[in-house]
Each structure stands twice: as structure tokens, then as C-alpha cells.
């Protein structure tokens, strides 16, 4: 009876087991589904920035790359100046960080910590304006900046991007702010700290894994803008994804050399992403000290 009892009672158990087993088995096939169906873009855009470029426009493309070339990317930085643009997009988009992360973080505070009057029509203001499209905005920009003499300038096209931009950082710290206790920062007043004092020692250090995501999201939305840009800015001031429309001409769309040109503008987003996944790991951990 008693083996009898034992078997009964592994039997169950490695039922019991399988069933978890099979559930990760089908979590970890969804995730790489969605991981190949979100990377084949960008595997393909590889691929055709390395073949040559008469399999580029082949009519039964292949999957897998038909030969091994550099010549597209020579291509890109002779076809018009590559280091112009990209050098432009860099300035306006760090640009747009700083100040939005720093206005936005000013704003944030002041929303979700101090009461004043017309706090809520702030709040549903700010949500308002992430709802207009971009496109209904170019014309009413177009005549702003061109009476504030800002047409075709860098400063301009900064200024711009922070009207869609600064909304979107205010709510999203705001929503980190609201989730850090005041009592901390209280208990750090009555230890002696000023309310600054308070802010930058307690606050600022639980925040800035918010803000380092935040920064991301606006430097990727400033570095990836075409519609502005393009409306904006004249070809000797172009950004980088302006940049990209001189591989299409009256003879057509070269599209290998476009694609190895996107390639490269894709570097300065994957090396940020390299150095914000330590960043963010470290802002967590000194948070969690801090607090």
C-alpha cells in the first residue's frame, strides 16, 4: 500500500510540475515570436545595406544575404554630406533633452507637490495638447517662427520639437514624482535639510531612473522628426532624416545605399541604449540606498 501511495504521489507531483513547465514553454515561444516579427525590419535593413545593390532590387528577393559588400555605405557618405546632417540632429536632439528634462522636471514637481489654483486645468491642459496632431500644427508654427525670425535655424526647430515634446515629460515625471512618499522628504527637513536640500538628496536620486527613461523617449522622438524638419529647415540645414530623401531622385530610389545610410543613423540610438540599460541599473540601485 505504501509503494502504492508513493508512485500515486509522484505521479501527481510530476503532473503538477509539467503544467508549469508547459506555460514557460509557451511564454518564451509568444516572446520570440514577437521578438522575430519586431527585429526582421531591422534584419532587413541590415541585409540590404551589405548586398550588392542589383539584388536590392531584385524582383524574388532572398532572406539570407546573397554576397557581402561595403560599397553601399561609400555610396551614402558620397551621395551629399552625411556628417552635416547628422551632426545638426545631434545638436537639436541633446538640446531638446536638456532643456525638456530640466523645464519638465521643474514643472513636474511643481504640479504634483504644491497646490495652487488652476493645478487641474494644468493637468487636462497638458494631456490636450499630446492630443493634437502634429500635422494640424505646421502652418500656424510655420507663421510663429517666421515672424519670430526663426525660420530655417536650429533654435527654431528646437523650440518646435519641445511643444510636443515637454508635455509628454511633464506627465510622465509627474507620474514618478506622485510615487515617491513625501514623507521622505519630510523626514529629511526635519533632520535639517532645506526643501531643496530635501529634493536633491532624496527626491532626485529615486527619480532619475524616470528620467533617464524619459530622456530616451525624447531624444529617439527628436532624433527620428521628418515632417518638421522637412517644412522647416532649407537642404543646407537639413537633419539626418531629411538627410535620407537624397536617394530618391528623377531616376529612381537607390535602395541599398539608403539602407546602409539608415544604418548608420540608427548607431547613435543603439550605443545610447548600451549606455542607458547600466545607467538605469545604477539610478535603481542608488534610489532604493537613498530611500
Known amino acids: 500500500m505504501s509503494a502504492v501511495a508513493t508512485s500515486g504521489r509522484t505521479s501527481a507531483a510530476g503532473r503538477k510540475s509539467s503544467g508549469p513547465r508547459k506555460s514557460k514553454l509557451g511564454w518564451n515561444v509568444l516572446g520570440l515570436l514577437v521578438f522575430a516579427i519586431a527585429g ?27 554576397g557581402f559588400t561595403l560599397d553601399n555605405f561609400r555610396r551614402a557618405l558620397d551621395i551629399a554630406d552625411f556628417w552635416g546632417p547628422v551632426g545638426r540632429s545631434l545638436i537639436v536632439s541633446l538640446s531638446v533633452v536638456v532643456i525638456g528634462i530640466v523645464v519638465g522636471m521643474l514643472a513636474a514637481l511643481a504640479i504634483s507637490r504644491f497646490a495652487f489654483r488652476g493645478r487641474k486645468a494644468v493637468i487636462v491642459g497638458i494631456l490636450a495638447v499630446q492630443m493634437v496632431p502634429l500635422v494640424a500644427m505646421i502652418i500656424p508654427i510655420f507663421l510663429l517662427l517666421n515672424d519670430l525670425g526663426q525660420y530655417d535655424k536650429l ?14 515629460t511633464v506627465w510622465t515625471l509627474r507620474g514618478f514624482i506622485v510615487n515617491i512618499p513625501k514623507e521622505l522628504e519630510e523626514a529629511a527637513m526635519v533632520d535639517g535639510c532645506s526643501r531643496t ?26 532624433w527620428n522628426e521628418y515632417l518638421y524638419a522637412l517644412m522647416l529647415l532649407s537642404q543646407q540645414n537639413q ?17 541599398a545605399p539608403m539602407m546602409a545610410g539608415s544604418t548608420m543613423m540608427a548607431v547613435p540610438i543603439v550605443v545610447l541604449f548600451l549606455l542607458v540599460q ?10 532604493a540606498v537613498k530611500g
Do not use: C
Open 278 to 287: 547600466r545607467k538605469m541599473a545604477a539610478g535603481l540601485t542608488a534610489g
Open 239 to 255: 537633419t539626418a532624416t531629411v538627410w535620407l530623401g537624397n536617394f530618391t531622385t528623377k531616376h529612381g530610389t537607390e535602395y
Open 155 to 168: 533654435s527654431g526647430l528646437i523650440i518646435t520639437y519641445l511643444t510636443f515634446i515637454l508635455p509628454f
Open 40 to 66: 526582421f525590419p531591422v534584419y532587413w535593413m541590415l541585409n540590404t545595406a551589405i548586398k550588392p545593390s542589383k539584388d536590392a532590387i531584385d524582383s524574388d528577393p532572398s532572406l539570407f544575404p546573397t
Open 197 to 222: 536640500g530635501a529634493f536633491i538628496r532624496v527626491v532626485f536620486p529615486l527619480l532619475a531612473p524616470g528620467m533617464v527613461a524619459t530622456s530616451v523617449y525624447a531624444f529617439i522622438q527628436a
